[in-house]
Nanobody, 123 residues
């Protein structure tokens, strides 16, 4: 049974930082591309950042470029999202996803999903 679990969310002031983590079990982690998505209240879910199987290729949505960094440790079956210079508009539930498809131009949104972790940025 595949399990994807996010952690690291919380409340932070604007300009602050958070690091999200995601562990995946029940699958061969290194064989899957991974991604972070978010959904704010009243908005559609969007792909924030994705990374290929080896970690050599990444994608970032325009609004987070230069502020967020995605990385993975295949030996630890863990995905990370370092979020710096956070803004109130980054407030959302952040979801981790494992997928067998990677595009360098957008996040592919079919795969195994976690339950999400809340990130709240106060102004």
């Amino acid at each position: 049974q595949v399990q994807v679990v996010e952690s690291g969310g919380g409340l932070v002031q604007a300009g602050g930082s958070l690091r999200l983590s995601c562990t995946a079990s029940g699958l061969t982690f290194a064989a899957y591309a991974m991604g972070w998505f978010r959904q704010a209240p009243g908005k559609e879910r969007e792909g924030v950042s994705c990374i290929n199987r080896s970690g050599a290729v990444t994608y970032y949505e325009d609004s987070v470029k230069g502020r967020f960094t995605i990385s993975r440790d295949n030996a630890k079956n863990t995905l990370y999202l370092q979020m710096n210079s956070l803004k109130p508009e980054d407030t959302a539930i952040y979801y981790c996803m494992a997928t067998n498809t990677f595009y360098s131009t957008r996040c592919y949104d079919q795969g195994y999903w976690g339950q999400g972790t809340q990130v709240t940025v106060s102004s």
